[in-house]
């Protein structure tokens, strides 16, 4: 049973840099690739950036390449997302996910996507 819990998250100021974090349980971590998809209030979940399943391949968004770096950590069961240059419309609930198999290339669509953390709030003040 695949569990996934974020943390991290919390209230910065625009151009701030923040980290944050999910920890999986489960069988067999590094199998899994995964992903940070982000939703703001009112609006649809979108895809943020995703990594294979032994870190060798990225993936981001266009709104926050060069800003976010995703990253894992195979002997500690984690994945990260380093936010940097923080911005007010970066502001939403991020949420973890890993795919119930994995596919040929990193995907972008929640569907793609199986398990899924309860999400960490960000909140970026202008």
């Known amino acids: 049973q695949v569990h996934l819990v974020e943390s991290g998250g919390g209230l910065v100021q625009s151009g701030d840099s923040l980290r944050i974090a999910c920890t999986f349980s489960?069988?067999?971590?590094?199998?899994?690739?995964f992903a940070w998809f982000r939703q703001a209030p009112g609006q649809a979940r979108e895809f943020v950036a995703a990594?294979?399943?032994?870190?060798?391949?990225?993936y981001y968004a266009d709104s926050v390449k060069g800003r976010f770096t995703i990253s894992r950590d195979n002997a500690e069961n984690m994945v990260y997302l380093q936010m940097n240059n923080l911005q007010h419309e970066d502001t939403a609930v991020y949420y973890c996910?890993?795919?119930?198999?994995?596919?040929?290339?990193?995907?972008?669509?929640?569907?793609?996507?199986?398990?899924w953390g309860p999400g960490t709030q960000v909140t970026v003040s202008t």
């Open positions: 996910a890993a795919p119930e198999r994995n596919y040929p290339r990193l995907q972008v669509e929640e569907w793609a996507y199986a398990h």
């Open positions: 489960g069988p067999t971590f590094s199998r899994y690739a």
């Open positions: 990594i294979s399943w032994n870190g060798g391949n990225t």
